[in-house]
């Protein structure tokens, strides 16, 4: 009952709201601790009559990039991967439009991908219910 349990923190800054939060390890009951955010609260150091409060970490400056160029190099990253997935998709389109002009179904031929995609047992045992179905519908 008497036992100490350390609470260990985390300073982290929140970028949307530039409040400088602490993550806090705090005991969950079962021998182990979990993790609960709280607002940074400075920490008053000094001798008598001279306290001085440490700031919390600057918003704006983080590992030495402003948030503003994380952030802006973050969405110019997912603007690229957003252009190269048109370029993908739009060769996807073209390559159903060349099956379907050398005689392929295009249906089958998706009917195919999403069978491929499937592990083996998933796909027999698939198989296998829609059999059962069939026959029980007398379309076998």
Do not use: W
């Not at 409040?19 to 609260?41: E, I, K, L, Q, Y």
């Not at 952030?71 to 379907?100: H, N, P, T, Y």
């Amino acid at each position: 009952m008497g036992e100490h349990h350390e609470v260990h923190a985390v300073r982290r800054v929140c970028i949307m709201t530039a409040t400088a939060m602490t993550m806090r390890a705090v005991p969950d009951g079962n021998g182990g601790f979990r993790h609960v955010p709280t607002p940074f609260v400075p920490v008053v150091v000094g001798g008598k009559g001279k306290k001085k409060a440490v700031r919390p970490p600057d918003p704006i400056v983080t590992n030495g990039e402003s948030a503003a160029e994380q952030l802006r190099l973050l969405i110019e990253r997912i603007e690229r991967i957003d252009e190269e997935i048109s370029g993908m998709q739009a060769d996807r389109a073209d390559v159903f439009v060349e099956a379907k002009g050398v005689g392929f179904d295009v249906k089958g031929v998706r009917a195919i991908l999403g069978l491929r995609k499937q592990e083996k047992h998933h796909r027999d045992e698939f198989e296998s219910i829609l059999e059962t179905y069939k026959i029980a519908l007398g379309l076998a």
